[in-house]
């Protein structure tokens, strides 16, 4: 039996080890660029809704609301189907009949993209509004021009306070791309099912799966944890 499951897991001809752990890879790369995406939706946003027209709040409460409040396997189907449709379209009004759609790597970050930066804009928000304002002042006072106020004082500031909050939601695009499996996207959960499938041993092939999310998700979120220690260091006594 032992040697049985270590044969399903290993790398040999009969083993799922290779096409699990580029399963994986495809994972972790589907996060990370979707958080990275998020993060300029996140900083879009909350520049929106710290904004003096109250359109531009609007626009960015909108914003946070709607794709907070929609599943997110909902935004990934209609990201799926929606883009699917308006692609077509062009294609199709440009002389290129037929049917086109985009790759489920690029939808797939493109949802998790949207729906991360939902939450990242709130994340950035709070951090904006817990900065020192006697710092800025300061700063403006020494004749610090906006570029350089940004880089010295507020940015640094922003991203030590957001980091705790961004941990989190890094954990959540972690786990939102096994929802992508739905659209044929092969990442880590898809790839699990198909090896359960084919060895009709699901129980064995779920519980790596979910060991090998814990891994990512510990691995990835030491990384955080070391980077708002650094951050911290100018503020410790």
């Known amino acids: 039996m032992t040697s049985g499951m270590f044969e399903l897991l290993g790398f040999g001809p009969q083993g799922w080890g290779f096409p699990l752990l580029k399963a994986a890879g495809v994972t972790i790369a589907a996060a990370l660029c979707g958080f990275l995406l998020g993060s300029v939706f996140g900083i879009g946003g909350a520049t929106l809704k710290l904004a003096r027209p109250r359109a531009l ?8 609301t709607v794709f907070r409040g929609v599943p997110e396997i909902l935004v990934v189907y209609l990201f799926y189907f929606g883009g699917s449709v308006v692609l077509t379209t062009l294609m199709n009004t440009g002389g290129f009949p ?28 709070s951090a904006y509004l817990r900065l020192d304002r006697g710092q ?11 570029l350089l106020l940004l880089r010295r004082i507020i940015a640094p500031q922003t991203l030590r306070f957001a980091l705790p909050a961004l941990g989190n939601i890094w ?16 990442e880590l959960l898809r790839q699990a099912g198909t090896a359960a499938g084919s060895t009709r041993q699901p129980l064995l092939f779920y ?29 410790r006594r």
């Open 57 to 64: 709040r609007l626009i960015g409460q909108a914003y946070t």
């Open 98 to 125: 037929g049917f086109y759609s985009l790759p489920s790597f690029v939808i797939g970050v493109l949802a998790i993209g949207i729906v991360s930066g939902a939450y990242q804009t709130e994340a950035y928000r």
């Open 136 to 146: 800025i002042e300061a700063g403006t006072a020494c004749g610090m021009s906006k």
């Open 171 to 186: 954990q959540s695009a972690i786990k939102e791309t096994s929802l992508l499996s739905v659209i044929g996207l092969t």
């Open 207 to 235: 519980a790596i799966a979910a060991a090998m999310f814990l891994v990512i998700g510990r691995a990835t979120g030491a990384g955080l944890n070391r980077m708002e220690s650094h951050l911290a260091k100018p503020w």
